[in-house]
Structure formats: structure tokens, C-alpha cells
């Protein structure tokens, strides 16, 4: 049955995979760039390389697999996701040993045991539950962690004192679970919407909200005549440059804003035309709109392309001060997770779009999903409450209160109160299905917000995490 | 009942009574519950974006907002949000509705608790979603291979006696069906924790310089309250890593009550001092920007004396021979001349410099010795001693917060019982077996196997499945086993496939 669709469309299927091996082409080469840069061949910027290596072949046959259903992939991929998580424990380890703490004290820090437990979960998840296809998921985010990793700063910063606590490590471990359970639930969340036949155009306009969003977000950063501000790097001192405390200095890179402007254009153009096809009832623009996903794509790559060349080489003018500034990828990671979410929800939008029936084989039927997702909920939701009670503890023992109301506290709160209201409604209003999945996935964007949002939009005492 | 026959009589006029029971029906309804949740979401998140007050300095308020928008957000609260009125209220509201759900659901919770239902009728047998009905030929066989099967899956069951019949019953973990007015209590535990902090707890800072010692804390709207006993620092330090990050800060402290050193301790980040309820942190530790000691290189400028180094405090006079004698007159670390003075521009260690005062007795002569030499100002060349400075030592703070929180032992307890009542919740499930010999209409003898959990029903399913399976096994003659031996070892190819 697969493979007769798969000769049905041969053309659409090889174009996804060879998509998806030039995107690892790329990213390994970045990774290797790094290597040479650093010269010892046992270091842990070298096991992170190995690690990417094997996650972005698990990852590929991951996707392989959804593309074509062919089993055999499945073993070889979890093969190469185990390869990759004891290449990561090593490299864990490794950070353990030399900065004397368990790695969680920086985003670089957290973003490598973040890595860690969602590998470590998704073979849970295929092992124990039988979601194979999670992986198609789950590793691209973690390739997408891993090269974030390499562009982030990754020198062993030594810890202020209020962070020098065993209830740091507490909370942030508990943190880390309890996200990659809240991460889960989102992913089944999904896949659920998949199998309870809602329609493949609903997601069209998730996925271009989602990245209509990320692109208007990075859009902040537009300068006039085309400019596009990133923060200044400083790489003697290897750190950003400070105008004033907490006053960094951006840089403005020529004409990557229009660029950005053009991809704005190119992401919005799928849900433009998916109105248009609702408004006047033609599905010829429905269509149109699959193909614009396609365009918004390649376009998007090239954006991604252009501003890791940009940001690389060369010094650029700033609008505040005289002369001219390098800058660097890690000065903008929330950019760069945002231009690779964007690509990942896109492909993953497609690999539905003409592989739905596939899927819909593959995945758990929907009442199984449903009960998993509230299962990983009703894991994920224990984690929260001890991860912000050892926050409070912790805080108490340092500044002498347990709750401060600082934004991070709050948000997660919020957290904390939105998977209540899930638990009540599924408890005791009976909620199943699309409902239920509906609030778990929104219950993972608060997540989302109050790990990445709060820590870039809001300031407050957790400013170093 | 009562309540009931009163509501009868006045159906149309709302009295007081009927009132109050739409108004705790309101409340302990789901439906408030989550809109609730829904405001507290809403307005907590309110104060993540809007600027609050006591963190927020009011000239970046000024900029941030205009003048109307200002007056607005303060009347209404919500540039303090956490602090305001209404917010307090929405808590108690919470609070009110917590307890009205869980005083509304928890008679019929409680009944399930202490009297369990062990003797199933026709009714609770025909509506009961997992049921199996396992064909017998004798009723007291049936029983028999029933109860081994129980023990088969280390359940206790007991022999139900009733006029007509015999049944027997099951169950595990009941406890579990208390387990969310656990995580309720807990809450509210917590809330009420944190209702005595916010009465009678308060923070402030507390400023001390090594060998000084005080009782006044300053709070945080500005005044000073008076501890009853006061802390004196016996030293601070700070240790810093080589690139010049801190890495530790220690303060010696020691606690003096009717005059007497009750306690001391070496108090570091993370490890606050307790005394009497009250806690003091190590918050911070700087610099005062006063000076603290002054080493000098002492040149005579005859050539009989000898270069010697002299070390001064303030308000300390030294030496230099037995005519000539210095002493510090000023210190400003952070230094800028203007029309022929010195002003100090800030207190912090940026530009230091020395006004020192150098006078021999016999003829009476002072001299302005400036370190560095400002020109104009300096009367360095008339000193009979060149002065050179070797190493300057401003004095050291240590910042200490203190807060007296008397609600956190709630607050920890219902934290801890949170976290029970939770892994009850989620995973410990009151599991009840049923099992009663029935005979159907055609007379034929069968057992009646029922099942209930009351969360996680497809797993539960799976074992219920497997407990029946089991009755059917134990109620085979022993002969017949072996025969089934190969059949029973199909279902583990499957698995090993995996």
C-alpha cells in the first residue's frame, strides 16, 4: 500500500527528502565549522558534533519512516537516537566534570539536558507506548537544540552566589522533566488532532499563523531602508555589548530586513489564499495556498541562509555609536530557533499534506492518544508543582521570601493553573478529545512563553535563565 | 430534608435561605471554579506586563506611561496588581470556592470511603460498564476457583453473607478516593500560609559596616522598625573568581540580646541566620566608598632620616618623627577639581583621592599634602616628608535582607502534602472486584464478575480481562492445562517481535 503511493507520487516524496538531507547538509556544516575552529578532537563541542550527527540521522529516518512507511527505518532510527543519548550523557558528563555543577546554570547549559531528556523520552514514548512516528517530531527539535548549542556561548561561566544551591539543580532538573512531558503532550496533542480526521486545511492555517507570528516577531528587528538590527558581539571579551547596564547595542545588517520583509510576504501568502478560498468558496486557492507553503519554504531557508553568511563575516554600523561592530549567532538565538521553527512546522505541515493516509496508519488510534496526552499530562503536572515548589524553596533561602511575584514566578503560575483547568475538565466535566487536545496544546504555548517569552520580553530576577 | 420542605413553601418570594444555597451551589460549581482560574490567569498576567509599582521606579513609570494612563492604572490597582484590594479578594474567592466544591462533593466521596458498597444488587449489576459473566456449574466451585484467582492477583477478598446469597468483594488503594480533597486541604494550606505572612510578616534591609552593630531595619516603604535585639557583624568578606565574578560573600554575625551574645554564625548566600522567627540573609556586599586604611611611604626629604612605612586610619594621627605628625583630612573616592576646589562627583571608587594634613610642631607650620598632587590646590613641595602611597582600603558593607515570615510552615506543609495528595491522584486507583453467583433465566448457574476503578479504565480494563481469564483457568479440571499449553504461548511470538 505505501509503496504503490509512494509511486504515485514520486516527484513530491523525493523532493521532501531531498529538502530534508540538504537542511542536514547544512547544519552538519555549521557543526563542522565549529570543530575545526575549536582544534582538540576530544571536547564537548566534538561530542555535541557527534550527538547532532546522530540525532539528524535518526531524525531523517524518522521522516523517512512518515514519509514512506517502510518499518525497517523505525529500528535503525531508534538505533541512532540511542547512539546520540549516550554521545549526549557523555557530553553531559563531560560539562558536569569541568564546570563542577550539573549542567543547568546557563540557556547553553539548560538547553543540553534539555536535549537529553527529550531523547531520552521519546524512546520511552516508542518503546513503551508504541508512538513510533514521535520521533518525527522530537528529533528535529533536538537537532535544532543541539545546533543552537554550537552558536550559543558554551565556556563554563562560574555561578554567581545565589545560584550556587542544590536547589537550583532541583528545580531546574524538575524544570526540564516537566517541560519535555508538557512537550510530549503537545506532540500527541497533535497527532490526536491527525487521527480525529480534523481537516488537513486546519493546520495549513495553524502552521501559517505560527509562523506568520515568528516572522512578524523577528520584523521588530527591521530597520528603515532595510535594515536589520542584531545585537553587537564583543569577541574579545566574548560577550554582548553593553551601551548602559542591561542596554545592549544592536547592529544593523543592510538589506537582510527586506529579505526578512519578502519572507513575510511569502509566509503570509498561504493564509491569504486559504481565506480567499473560504470567502469565495474555490478550492482552486486552496491549492495555491499548498504550493505557497512550499515557495514560503525554500524562501525561508534562504532567509535562514543569508543571516547565519550575514551575521558571520563581517562588521556592521550601529544607529547608537560610531564605527563599526561584529556580531555573532549566539547574540540572536531566539531568531534563529524562530527561523528554524518556522522551516520545521512548514516541512512537517507538507510531510501531512501528502502523506496523511500513511500517517493516519501509522499513528495510535485517536482514543489511544487522547489517553496517552492526558497521561504525559498527568506526569508532566506533578513535575510542575515540585518544580515551583523547589523554585519557592530555593528563593526563600536566598532572598529570604518564597514568592516574589517576579514574571518567571508568574508565568509559571499561569502554567501551573492552565494544566489544573485541563485536570478539572477532564476530571470532572468528562472533556475528552478535540477539546482536551485543544487545552493541551495550549497548555504547552504557556509553556513555550514562560520559558522563552518571559525570559526575553520581561525582565525580572530570574534574568540569568 | 427540612431545608427542602422550607424551599417548597416559598417558591416565588427568594428568601434568605434560598440565597445562600444559590450561592454556594454558584460556588462550589465547576463552571466558577475554572472562571475564576480564568480572572487569576488574566490578571496575574496583567502584572508581568504592566510595570509595578514598588520595583519600578517612578521616573521610569513617568516615561513608560502617560500622566492619564498613570492616574488610571493606579486607581485601579493595577500598577501593584498582587497588592491590590481586588486581587486579594479574587483569592478569596478562590479560596471560598475550593472549599465549597470539596465541602459539596465530599459526603457522596466520603460515603465511597467509609462504606464501601460490597454487596452489588441487580440494579448496580445491570448498569455497571465492566462486567463478565463466567459460566459455572457449581456455585460454591465457582466461588472457590474466584477467590484463588483473587489471591492469584494479591487481592484479599472477603465472603459477603446475605440472607439469599453469597458474593464476594475486593478492592485496593482506598484511599485513593480521598486523594483530591488532599490537594485541595494543601492549597489551601498554602493560601492560608501565605494570608499570615502578608498580615503579620514583613522584609527589609539591614546595612552593616564589620565591627558595627544595629537593631533598625529599614523597610521597604522607608521607615525603620526596631528589632528587639540587635545584630552586630564581626567581619565580611567577599571571595571572587579570577575572571573578577563573585563567588561567595560571608558575613560573621552575631546576635545580642539584653546585652549578651545569644548566637553567631557565619552566614553565606543560601544560608541565612535564624533568630526568634526573624532571618537574615546575605544579600549583598560592596564598597562604602569611605576610607578604611591608608599605607604611606614616608620620605624625609633631609637626608639624615629614614624612608619608613606608616599606615592611617581616619581620625587617626601619626608620627612621622617626633616633631612631624599626619593625619587624613579628607577622602573623596571619586574626585573632580572646578574652579580651584574639590568636589566629589560619586561614591563610588573611580578617581580616589587623599587630603592629607602634615604639621610640625615647632614652627607651627601645616601643609595641604594632596595625593595625588592636584596643582593649585597641593602644597606637596613644603611637606618636609614625600609622601607615596603604597595601598588604599575603603571600607566594606554587608547587605542583609531579613524577613519574618511566621505563615511559611504552612506554606511547606501544604507543599509536602500537595505532592502526597497528588501521586494519589494520579497514581494510586481504588480498584473494587465483585463477584456474585447469578442464574439467568434459563436457570443456568453462572458467576457474575464486576469491576470498577476510578481513574486510569483501560488499564484497568487489561486486568479485569486478565482477572476473569484467571477465574476461567482456576475453574479448569487440572488435566486439561496441559492441552492448553501451546495456546497460551502464542500470544509471546507476537511480543518478541517487537
Known sequence: MSRARAEQHPATGMTLVVMVGLSIAFLLFIAFLNVVKSGDIISEANL??????????????????????????????????????????????HRWYEAGHPPFASLYEMLLSFVWTLAALTLVAEKRYGVKVIGTVTMPVAIVGVVLMQLLRSEVHPLVPALQSTWLHVHVTLAMLAYAACALSFALA?????????????????????????????????????????????????????????????VTIPDLGWLMLLVFAAVAAPLTLYILARVRKNDAFLALANR?????????????????????????????????????????????????????????????????????????????????????????????????????????????????????????????????????????????????????????????????????????????? | MHFLEVRKTNVMVPSPRSIIRDTWKT????????????????FSAAGTVILQRPMTEPDDMARAYSPGMLRLLDATGLTDVYHARWFLALMTLVSFSIIAASLERFPNAWRYFARP??????????????????????????LGAAERAFHHMHLRSERIVRPDRFSLFAERNRI??????????????????????GLYGWRGFLMLTPGSASNQVEMKNGTNRALPFSIQCNGTGEETYTDGTPKRWWSKLAVVDNGREVSSK????????????????????????????????????????????????????????????????????????????????????????????????????????????????????????????????????????????????????GVVLMAIGLTFVFYVVHVRYWVVP???????????????????????????????????????????????????????TTTAGR
Not at chain 1, 221 to 250: C, T, Y
Not at chain 1, 344 to 356: D, E, S, T
Not at chain 2, 289 to 314: C, F, T, Y
Not at chain 2, 438 to 452: E, F, I, T, Y
Open chain 2, 266 to 413: 557565619e552566614i553565606v548566600v543560601n544560608d541565612p541566620l535564624v533568630y526568634r522567627g526573624v532571618r537574615f540573609y546575605q544579600a549583598s556586599y560592596g564598597r562604602t566608598g569611605k576610607l578604611d586604611r591608608l599605607v604611606l611611604n614616608a620620605i624625609p626629604r633631609n637626608a639624615n632620616g629614614q624612608a619608613h612605612e606608616i599606615s592611617l586610619s581616619p581620625n587617626q594621627i601619626v608620627s612621622l618623627d617626633a616633631d612631624t605628625k599626619v593625619q587624613v583630612a579628607e577622602f573623596i573616592p571619586d574626585f573632580v577639581v572646578q574652579d580651584g576646589h574639590v568636589y566629589a562627583r560619586s561614591n563610588d571608587m573611580v578617581n580616589p583621592a587623599v587630603h592629607l594634613i602634615v604639621t610640625s610642631e615647632q614652627n607651627n607650620k601645616v601643609v595641604n599634602f594632596w595625593l595625588p598632587e592636584i596643582p593649585g590646590i597641593a602644597e606637596n613641595a613644603a611637606s618636609p616628608y614625600i609622601l607615596e602611597p603604597k595601598d588604599l582600603k575603603t571600607g566594606v558593607f554587608t547587605g542583609l535582607e531579613v524577613s519574618h515570615e511566621p505563615g511559611q510552615w504552612a506554606v511547606w506543609a
Open chain 1, 48 to 93: 555535541l558534533y557527534a550527538a547532532l550527527v546522530f540525532y539528524a540521522g535518526a531524525g531523517a529516518l524518522y521522516l523517512g519512516f512518515g514519509v514512506t512507511g517502510t518499518e525497517s527505518y523505525i529500528k535503525f532510527a531508534s538505533l541512532a537516537t540511542w547512539a546520540g543519548l549516550i554521545v549526549n550523557t557523555a557530553a553531559v558528563a
Open chain 1, 292 to 465: 505557497a507553503v512550499f515557495i514560503s519554504i525554500l524562501l525561508q531557508s534562504l532567509a535562514l541562509v543569508f543571516l547565519i553568511l550575514r551575521v558571520r563575516d563581517g562588521s556592521y554600523p550601529s544607529l547608537d555609536a560610531e564605527g563599526l561592530y561584529p556580531t555573532a549567532l549566539g547574540t540572536s538565538p531566539f531568531i534563529l530557533a524562530g527561523l528554524v521553527g518556522g522551516i520545521f512546522a512548514n516541512l512537517l505541515y507538507l510531510l501531512l499534506l501528502w502523506r496523511r493516509e500513511d500517517l493516519e496508519r501509522l499513528l495510535p488510534d485517536a482514543d489511544a492518544l487522547d489517553r496517552i496526552t492526558y497521561k504525559t499530562i498527568s506526569i508532566a503536572f506533578p513535575l510542575l508543582t515540585l518544580m515551583i515548589a523547589a523554585g519557592a524553596y530555593w528563593a526563600n533561602k536566598a532572598w529570604g521570601s518564597y514568592w516574589n511575584w517576579d514574571p518567571k514566578e508568574t508565568w509559571a503560575a499561569i502554567t501551573w493553573l492552565v494544566y489544573a483547568g485541563y485536570l478539572h475538565m477532564r476530571i470532572t466535566r468528562g472533556w475528552r478529545g478535540r477539546r482536551a487536545a485543544y487545552f493541551a496544546i495550549l497548555g504547552f504555548g504557556v509553556v513555550m512563553f514562560t520559558f522563552f517569552g518571559v525570559t526575553y520580553l520581561l525582565n525580572g530576577l530570574h534574568s540569568y535563565a
Open chain 2, 27 to 42: 460556588m462550589s460549581s465547576i463552571k466558577t471554579g475554572v472562571i475564576l482560574i480564568i480572572l487569576v490567569v488574566i
Open chain 2, 117 to 142: 458498597h460490597k454487596s452489588p444488587d441487580e440494579g448496580f449489576r445491570r448498569v455497571l460498564p465492566i462486567q463478565a459473566h463466567v459460566p459455572i456449574t457449581d456455585e460454591e466451585q465457582g
Open chain 1, 190 to 250: 497533535m497527532m490526536f488532532l491527525i487521527q480525529d480526521k480534523l481537516k488537513t486545511e486546519s493546520f495549513l492555517v495553524a502552521t501559517s499563523v505560527f509562523t506568520v507570528g515568528i516572522y512578524a516577531a523577528i520584523l521588530t528587528r527591521f530597520e528603515g531602508m532595510g535594515g536589520f538590527n542584531v545585537i553587537a558581539w564583543d569577541p574579545e571579551n566574548k560577550s554582548e555589548v553593553f551601551l548602559a547596564k542591561n542596554v545592549r547595542l544592536f
Open chain 2, 176 to 197: 485513593s478516593e480521598m486523594a483530591v480533597y488532599i490537594v485541595h486541604a494543601s492549597l489551601l494550606l498554602i493560601f492560608l500560609g501565605a494570608i499570615v505572612d
Open chain 2, 438 to 492: 447469578v442464574q439467568d433465566a434459563r436457570g443456568n448457574l453462572a458467576l457474575w464478575v464486576g469491576g470498577s476503578a476510578n481513574r486510569n479504565r483501560d488499564a484497568f480494563e487489561q486486568t479485569f480481562k486478565r482477572f476473569v481469564e484467571q477465574i476461567e483457568k482456576e475453574l479448569k479440571p487440572k488435566f486439561e492445562e496441559a492441552a492448553d499449553k501451546p495456546a497460551a504461548a502464542l500470544p509471546k
